[in-house]
């Protein structure tokens, strides 16, 4: 079992800044892609971005592209979501997840285990 753990939501004010950690604790494996995806009220769950073991490659939805920043750090088991020019429609609960077998995907039946998510709000 992998377990993930959330941290740096909060509340922010329209075109304000958040950093998310993700970090990883439990089994090891030698390589495995992450991804956040987040929910909003209502709404089902969408992908965020996504980053490959290396971190040479990288996925971001339209929605986030150019102002959001995914990235990891393997000797910390940690990856980042660097969040700038946040937008009210951004508020959502915001989950990591890791997939083990293949590389970063937008599809989170993909994802073998999830965080409990972090709460990001952005107020106007």
């Known amino acids: 079992q992998v377990q993930l753990v959330e941290s740096g939501g909060g509340l922010v004010q329209a075109g304000g800044s958040l950093r998310l950690s993700c970090a990883a604790s439990?089994?090891?494996?030698?390589?495995?892609?992450m991804g956040w995806f987040r929910q909003a009220p209502g709404k089902e769950r969408e992908f965020v971005a996504a980053i490959s073991w290396s971190g040479g490659s990288t996925y971001y939805a339209d929605s986030v592209k150019a102002r959001f920043t995914i990235s990891r750090d393997n000797a910390k088991n940690t990856v980042y979501l660097q969040m700038d020019s946040l937008k009210p429609e951004d508020t959502a609960v915001y989950y990591c997840a890791v997939r083990v077998v293949g590389g970063p995907s937008s599809v989170g039946y993909d994802y073998d285990y999830w965080g409990q998510g972090t709460q990001v709000t952005v107020s106007s």
């Open positions: 439990g089994r090891t494996y030698s390589s495995y892609a």
